[in-house]
């Protein structure tokens, strides 16, 4: 369908304008959204067929190196944002040895995101996302789309189209089918239910006849499941970066607050699978 292929269109002409006017620094918020797009753009290389096969797998490599900095920036603001949240439960200078240690990884990983947005980089990454457009684009109906051709309207361009629209389809099908067979969930494997979830959630976004409900179901889950994986992620940077007798109360503390978003997590993600994983789910046509 058209509308998939448009919505395909914005979000590469999205990531294009972010990499352009992109500061060679970018705070957080920046940061937030390169990580964002070069999410999308690589689950929509992934999820929408074209005939340029060489072409979105150019795409995914020249986004790779970006997305993983933009991902570590964007964690330590995150654990930063989360770490401050307790400084009424620290004594001493527990938080802000912790603090101190987040900064600094932060540092590193922000020299790694500079070093991947050099102009050359950039400049080809851009390329790369300008190539992958044209291929979408090419798979457009021409304005003309309702006139007929050999008696079918649309004539060959529709066939694109159905293509198109069926390649996103299957793609969401065969996520679902894989999130509905997965195991029991729990600490160890919530987290790569997460990233299966956000990639349907994704596919879904392309897909005009897609549930809404559905879609707003993914995205909670995927938010309260991304919480915990920042509280568990900053509970084992603490127990490295901190000393456990000297600091217990804020590990403590730490710990409880782990605990807590993982029972919310998987709650939320076991209601997904109640309510729309235990059946075959109707796509739409």
Do not use: C
């Not at 096969?53 to 190196?65: A, D, F, H, N, V």
């Not at 330590?76 to 004594?91: E, F, G, H, K």
């Not at 189209?161 to 299957?170: A, F, K």
């Amino acid at each position: 369908m058209a509308d998939e292929l448009e919505r395909v269109r914005k979000a590469l002409r999205e990531l294009r304008k972010t990499l352009k006017s992109l500061p060679g620094d970018p705070p957080p918020k920046e940061v937030h959204k390169l990580r964002t797009t070069t999410r999308r753009v690589e689950a929509i290389a992934t999820a929408v067929p074209l005939s340029g096969g060489k072409k979105s797998r150019q795409l995914l490599k020249s986004i790779e190196t970006i997305r993983k900095a933009a991902g570590g920036v964007r964690d330590m603001d995150v654990l930063t944002a989360n770490a401050r949240r307790l400084a009424r439960y620290s004594a001493g200078d527990s938080l802000a040895r912790l603090l101190e240690h987040l900064k600094n990884a932060r540092e590193q990983y922000a020299a790694q995101l500079v070093a991947a947005l050099n102009h050359h980089k950039r400049k080809a990454v851009r390329q790369s996302l300008k190539e992958y457009s044209k291929l979408v684009r090419s798979a457009l109906p021409p304005a003309d789309s309702g006139s007929s051709v050999n008696g079918h309207p649309g004539g060959h361009r529709g066939a694109h189209r159905g293509h198109s629209h069926d390649g996103v389809h299957t793609s969401a099908m065969n996520l679902v089918r894989e999130l509905a067979a997965w195991p029991a969930l729990d600490a160890s494997n919530i987290h790569a239910f997460r990233l299966k979830v956000k990639e349907l959630r994704y596919t879904l976004q392309l897909d005009a006849d897609a549930d809404p409900a559905l879609v707003d179901t993914l995205t909670d889950v995927q938010r309260r499941i991304g919480e915990w994986h920042d509280w568990q992620e900053l509970k084992e940077i603490a127990r490295e970066a901190l000393n456990a007798e000297r600091d217990a109360a804020l590990l403590a503390r730490i710990d409880r607050t782990a605990k807590r978003k993982l029972e919310r997590a998987l709650s939320a993600a076991n209601g997904l699978r109640g309510k729309y994983l235990a059946a075959p789910i109707a796509m739409g046509s």
